[in-house]
C-alpha cells in the first residue's frame, strides 16, 4: 500500500534556462520525462519555428515520406491568468470568446510555445506542418475549430483525444462522460501514474505585473510557471495521443 502510494506522488517540474539561448528552455518532470522547450512569437521567433519543425521531422525521419507524427496541441488565453497585460481583442463574427494567445505544441519531447497575435501571421512553416497529411494534431476537437477560424491554422488530422479515448481498449473504467472531462483529467485517465504532475498553482501570464517588458525578449516574456504549465498540457496530449493511436 506504501508503494502505491510513492507511486502515485505527483512529479515535482523544474525549469532551467538555457543560457546561450534566450528561447530555449528545459522542463524537467521527476525523474522520468524531459521536455525541450522553444518558445517564440512575432516576426523575430519565425527562425525559432522553422528550426523546431526541422527538428521534429529529423527525429522522425524514416523511409522515403518520413513517419507518422503525434503532436499534441493546446491552447491558452491570457486573460485566464493572473496579470495578463489586458485583453487583447475582441470576439470574431462566429467566435464565442476571445482568440487564443498561446499555441502549445508538442511532438515526443520537443515543445513549442507559440505566442499569438492576429496582427502577425502565424508562420508558413507552422502552418504547412500541421496541415501535413503525416501529421495527427491530438488535442480538443473545438479547440482546433477555433485555431481554423481565427487563426487560419488548419490541421489535416485532427484527433479529439475525448472520443479517442471513449472507444479505446487502453482504457479499462467503468463509465465515464469524457466529455466533460477536461485534458488534465483526461491524462489521468488515460495514463494513470505519469499524469501525476506537480503543476504551478497560481500562474502569471507575464514576468512582470505592471508593465510588462518593453522590447521583445525571450527570457522576460512568460513566466516561467506558464512555460512549464503550457509545456505540460502539450505534453500530455501527445503521450496520450501516442498511447490511443499505437494501431493506427
Not at 522553422?50 to 507518422?68: I, L, M, N, P, T
Not at 504532475?197 to 516561467?224: E, F, N, T
Request: proline letters at 4%; glycine letters at 6%; charged letters at 30%.
Amino acid at each position: 500500500m506504501e508503494s502505491q502510494k510513492e507511486e502515485m506522488k505527483a512529479m515535482e517540474v523544474q525549469l532551467e534556462k538555457d543560457p546561450s539561448r534566450k528561447h530555449a528552455f528545459d522542463v524537467i518532470i521527476g525523474d522520468r520525462f524531459f521536455l525541450s522547450v522553444a518558445v517564440a512569437g512575432d516576426p523575430e521567433g519565425d527562425p525559432i519555428v522553422k528550426d523546431w519543425v526541422q527538428q521534429v521531422h529529423k527525429s522522425h525521419r524514416k523511409g522515403k515520406k518520413g513517419e507518422a507524427v503525434v503532436v499534441g496541441i493546446s491552447a491558452e488565453r491570457s486573460r485566464n491568468y493572473a496579470n495578463a497585460l489586458y485583453t487583447r481583442y475582441m470576439r470574431t463574427p462566429g467566435s464565442k470568446d476571445n482568440p487564443y494567445d498561446l499555441l502549445q505544441l508538442c511532438a515526443g519531447n520537443q515543445c513549442l510555445l507559440y505566442e499569438l497575435d492576429p496582427s502577425h501571421p502565424i508562420p508558413k512553416v507552422l502552418k504547412d506542418f500541421v496541415h501535413d497529411s503525416r501529421i495527427f494534431g491530438v488535442g480538443v476537437e473545438a479547440m482546433a475549430k477555433e485555431l481554423e477560424r481565427e487563426y487560419g491554422l488548419t490541421m489535416r488530422k485532427p484527433v479529439e483525444l475525448r472520443k479517442v479515448a471513449e472507444k479505446s481498449k487502453e482504457v479499462s473504467l467503468g463509465y465515464v462522460d469524457f466529455r466533460k472531462k477536461n485534458l488534465e483529467q483526461l491524462a489521468r485517465i488515460v495514463l494513470g501514474a505519469e499524469a501525476e504532475v506537480a503543476r504551478p498553482r497560481k500562474i502569471k501570464w507575464q514576468m512582470h505585473d505592471k508593465y510588462g517588458p518593453g522590447a521583445w525578449d525571450y527570457d522576460i516574456r512568460l513566466s516561467d510557471e506558464l512555460i512549464k504549465h503550457a509545456s505540460i498540457d502539450a505534453f500530455l496530449a501527445c503521450k496520450m495521443g501516442t498511447k490511443l493511436l499505437k494501431d493506427v
